[in-house]
């Protein structure tokens, strides 16, 4: 009874909302994963367990795999690299 009881507020624990989460893959800071201030952070997942990744990671890590794996006269691989040289000049 006493487990049951424990188990159903773990499950109650367990809401959609991930803004508890700290992002384990931002480098250099800390990203708390939240919603409402990080639009992106609505598709946060956890990529390992334990281990969640905020929307600015997921963009990251696929436009890398744009980059690395598609044709370079693809719309979509042009798309991120103007991205990426938007960033560039903005240091
Ligand atoms: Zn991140």
């Known amino acids: 009874m006493v487990i049951e009881a424990k188990a ?3 499950h109650q624990q ?3 909302i991930k803004r508890v989460n ?3 893959y931002c480098k250099g800071h800390t990203h708390l994963i939240n919603p409402d201030n990080y639009p992106n952070d609505a598709y946060a997942t956890e ?3 334990g281990k969640w990744m905020c929307g600015n990671c997921i963009d ?3 436009e890398n795999i744009v980059l690395r ?5 693809s ?3 042009c798309q991120v ?3 990426r040289q938007r960033n560039w000049t903005k240091r």
């Open 81 to 83: 690299l103007a991205k």
């Open 14 to 16: 367990q809401q959609p």
């Open 8 to 10: 159903g507020h773990y």
């Open 69 to 73: 794996n598609s044709n370079p006269t």
């Open 22 to 24: 700290t992002c384990a």
């Open 47 to 49: 990529a390992e367990p």
């Open 60 to 62: 990251t890590m696929e």
């Open 75 to 77: 719309e979509r691989y």
